[in-house]
């Protein structure tokens, strides 16, 4: 078989077909980066804009994804939602990129070892459950602090891999003559870090988009999360289990604008062997 289906002799499907998956979830990202940004002008009311029509009217010409039971357009809070998720998920994967990513890189050069026995402890802690250390994390915060919970929860699984990836190319002959040459051990690791940047961002960073957007959904979903009158997908869906049976609109929408931010994360992260993360 060939075509973008076709497969190479190990099973895998070949980079034609990589690129596409790839693209599709990078062009997502960048509609849902602009519908955020254009929030206050798509949406049709103010976040919150309650009793503007009749409560748990269903999708027609005027509301087209229908009415909540306090009378808001589910459309514009769909979007005002999406707005919070969003911006809060790019902020907690920002925190665990940033220390995650580059503690992973910094430590494997620390003397004495230190480095190998940090590794050892989080790959301890990476053993629990992520949306489980963020529900510890903000009990022993806040609600207020749940974005910041979600990347520190996020940071092992990104710090492991950093560390294991610095490893290797510091164990790498041309590292070794580089060291043997007198190169400067900071300038090993800046070439270290822009290589990694360069090759492994896009993976790196979608996998931590999509379990940041998931596990801040469902801490809202648990009432750990966001904090109302701010309302992310995942708190929004949570105030309309009322609704479930009698008004599926009221969370329909917002689970696919959900589920369409999370797949579109995950397959911007199609890693260079060919599998979505």
């Known amino acids: 078989m060939n075509g973008l289906l076709a497969k190479t002799d190990n099973g895998r ?3 034609a077909f990589r690129t596409v998956i790839g693209a599709v979830g990078i062009a997502g990202l960048g509609l849902t980066a602009v519908v955020v940004a254009l929030d206050n002008v798509i949406a049709h009311a103010p976040a919150g804009a309650a009793h503007g029509a009749p409560p748990l009217s269903p999708p027609d ?7 909540d039971a306090l009378g808001r ?3 514009s809070e769909t979007v005002h939602a999406l707005a919070v998720s969003f911006s809060s998920a790019v902020f907690a994967t920002a925190i665990a990129i940033f220390i995650g990513a580059f503690a992973g890189f910094a430590l494997v050069r620390m003397p004495l070892g230190a480095g190998r ?5 989080s790959g301890i802690v990476r053993t629990v459950p992520a949306l489980v250390l963020a529900i510890v994390l903000v009990a022993l915060s806040s609600r207020d602090f749940s974005t910041i919970a979600v990347g520190l929860a996020v ?3 990104i710090f492991n891999r950093s560390f294991d990836s610095a490893m290797s190319l510091a164990r790498s002959r041309h590292a070794m003559y580089a060291r043997a040459s007198g190169i400067p051990g900071f300038t090993l690791l800046r070439r270290d870090l822009v290589y990694e940047l360069r ?9 931590a988009l999509a ?3 998931t596990i801040l959904a469902t801490l809202s979903f648990l009432g750990f999360g966001t904090v109302p009158p701010h309302r992310d997908l995942g708190l929004v869906i949570a105030q309309a289990r009322d609704s479930y049976l009698n008004a599926w609109w009221c969370v329909l929408f917002p689970a696919l ?3 369409v931010f999370i797949l579109c994360a995950r397959w911007a992260a199609t890693d260079a062997g060919g599998e979505a993360s």
């Open 155 to 157: 940071c092992p699984a």
């Open 199 to 207: 090759v492994n961002f896009m993976y790196v960073a979608g996998r």
């Open 73 to 75: 357009d589910v459309m």
């Open 13 to 15: 499907h070949i980079p």
């Open 257 to 259: 604008a959900l589920v």
């Open 117 to 121: 026995l940090v590794r050892f402890v």
């Open 61 to 67: 010409v005027g509301f087209v994804f229908g009415t």
């Open 211 to 213: 379990a940041s957007a």
